[in-house]
Structure formats: structure tokens, C-alpha cells
């Protein structure tokens, strides 16, 4: 099975702030990346699809790049609603698996 | 809107058994494959099972092979998760969540899920 990487595992910061969540692929998976935010007690949530395609609905400031092993998950500009889980999810072959996931905290 | 509703979760005892579904509603069910994923108390996700829009087809993950079974009945547009056997590193609780693309023949993202039905398995 292709094994998901994120990085950090937790990550603080401000409103306002910039940040980058990273995630790693065992082997290539192209660009068959995926990305959701998580909220305590609720289901997960599609943010970016093809390791760049933005999902309708979903606020500019969050953005997805990279292919074959490496890709990242940028939030421009942190929003009070952005605190939560963010797990990246390989779906390049019909083993799907989830990155462990990167919890949000405000510091 | 477009829905999906998971329902027969409940506490099972070891090696037993138990059926799960998801009612989908607001969009054409025979027309997208369907997932059902599960999250432990405090852990991340993983993914369980995946069928084919049409039944064709059925992908399992490791960990269930052999013991869970996903079906669908297109005319009651409802996805169902048959799993027995049941142990304690089951429980937890399974979204169902359906694929972006119509018709597809290929690995997808998921773009819609359901709310959650939670599963224990214990004496």
C-alpha cells in the first residue's frame, strides 16, 4: 500500500498567518491528491482535489500543490473558521489511504 | 440538497455482527461509486470499502477483507456495509461518502459524506 506523510503533525498559529501543511507519498501517486478539513464531531470536508483543483464552495485562501511524492496545502490568510484537522488522501490506486492528518491550533 | 444519511451503528460484542446503510438522497445514487470510511475514537481516517456505481466492481481494504461486505441496492438508492466478525479495533465510527465523478472508472476524490454512525465492539 502507498503510504501518506504529513507533516507537521500539530501546527500554531494566528489569524492572519500563512501556513503550509505537507504532505508526502511513498511512491508517485502523480497528482491523485486530495485534501479535507476535518471539525471536531463532524464529517470531513473536500477542500482541494487533484492536488490543485479548488472544490466549489470552498474559500480562495485555501490552495494545493505538487505531484508525484510531494504536495503541500497552503492557507493564505488563517480565518477564526480554518482551526481544525487537515488529512491529505492518495487516490491513485484503489488502496486509498490517508495522511495521519495536521491538527490547526490557534496560538 | 445532496445527502447521505448512515444509520445501524450500535454496541456489538466481539465476533459478532452488524449492518450498516446510507440513504443517499439529492442526486442521481446509481450514477456514483460509493465509500464507506471509519474513524476510531481520537484516530485519523481509513478507508474500508468502495463500490462501483453499478455494483461491477468492490475494493476492500486489507484490515476487512473477508470479514465486511458492501452492497447496493440502486432502487432504494441505499449502500449498505455488512461486517462480521467484528473485533475490538472496530469500533469507531463509519462515514459513508461518495466519489466527485459520475460513472467513474476510476480512483476518485470524495466530495460528499455523511454525518456518521458510530460502531462499538465490546463485551
Known amino acids: 500500500d502507498i503510504q501518506m506523510t504529513q507533516s507537521p503533525s500539530t501546527l500554531s498559529a494566528s489569524v492572519g498567518d500563512r501556513v503550509t501543511i505537507t504532505c508526502r507519498a511513498s511512491?508517485?501517486?502523480?497528482?491523485?491528491l486530495a485534501w479535507y478539513q476535518q471539525k471536531p464531531g463532524k464529517a470531513p470536508n473536500l477542500l482541494i482535489y487533484k492536488a490543485s483543483s479548488l472544490e466549489s464552495g470552498v474559500p480562495s485562501r485555501f490552495s494545493g500543490s505538487g505531484s508525484g511524492t510531494e504536495f503541500t496545502l497552503t492557507i493564505s490568510s488563517l480565518q477564526p473558521d480554518d482551526f481544525a484537522t487537515y488529512y491529505c488522501q492518495q487516490y491513485n490506486t484503489y488502496s486509498y489511504t490517508f495522511g495521519q492528518g495536521t491538527k490547526l491550533e490557534i496560538k | 440538497q445532496v445527502q447521505l444519511v448512515e444509520s445501524g451503528g450500535g454496541v456489538v460484542q466481539p465476533g459478532g455482527s452488524l449492518r450498516l446503510s446510507c440513504a443517499a438522497s439529492g442526486f442521481i445514487f446509481s450514477t456514483y461509486g460509493i465509500h464507506w470510511v471509519r474513524q476510531a475514537p481520537g484516530k485519523g481516517l481509513e478507508w474500508v470499502a468502495f463500490i462501483r456505481y453499478d455494483g461491477s466492481s468492490k475494493y476492500y481494504a486489507d484490515s476487512v477483507k473477508g470479514r465486511f461486505t458492501i452492497s447496493r441496492d440502486n432502487s432504494k438508492n441505499t449502500l449498505y456495509l455488512q461486517m462480521n466478525s467484528l473485533r475490538a479495533e472496530d469500533t469507531a465510527v463509519y462515514y459513508c461518502a461518495k466519489d466527485q465523478i459520475r460513472n467513474g472508472y476510476n480512483p476518485d476524490a470524495f466530495d460528499i459524506w455523511g454525518q456518521g454512525t458510530m460502531v462499538t465492539v465490546s463485551s
Open positions: 511512491q508517485s501517486i502523480n497528482s491523485w
